[in-house]
Nanobody
Framework: QVQLAESGGGLVQAGGSLRLSCAASGRTFKIYAMGWFRQAPEKEREFVAAISWSTSNTIHGDSVKGRFTISRDNAKNTVYLQMNSLKPEDTAVYYC?????????????????WGQGTQVTVSS
């Protein structure tokens, strides 16, 4: 199996930046793509971004385009989410997701692996 572990969350003022990391361990050769979702209280889990493990092709959700950037370091089996120009509405628990095959990465139901989540809080 694949284990995912997020880090880098915290409290930041509006307009600030944070970088989240997600380290994969275990049978990492199974990874086809990795991504990020977020979930605010009483809201559905929302797609943030995803990246192909082999091609580095990326996709970002509409609400974060131009502000967030996903990247990866294959040598470290780690994916990053650079978050700039943060807004209070970005406050949520951010979850790292992993995929073992080509699939609909924007739908959380298609993820094969999940991290435990890391809290991001943006104050106004």
């Amino acid at each position: 199996q694949v284990q995912l572990a997020e880090s880098g969350g915290g409290l930041v003022q509006a307009g600030g930046s944070l970088r989240l990391s997600c380290a994969a361990s275990g049978r990492t050769f199974k990874i086809y793509a990795m991504g990020w979702f977020r979930q605010a209280p009483e809201k559905e889990r929302e797609f943030v971004a995803a990246i192909s493990w082999s091609t580095s092709n990326t996709i970002h959700g509409d609400s974060v385009k131009g502000r967030f950037t996903i990247s990866r370091d294959n040598a470290k089996n780690t994916v990053y989410l650079q978050m700039n120009s943060l807004k209070p509405e970005d406050t949520a628990v951010y979850y790292c997701s992993g995929y073992s095959r080509p699939t609909w990465v924007t739908d959380y139901a298609h993820a094969d692996y999940w991290g435990q989540g890391t809290q991001v809080t943006v104050s106004s």
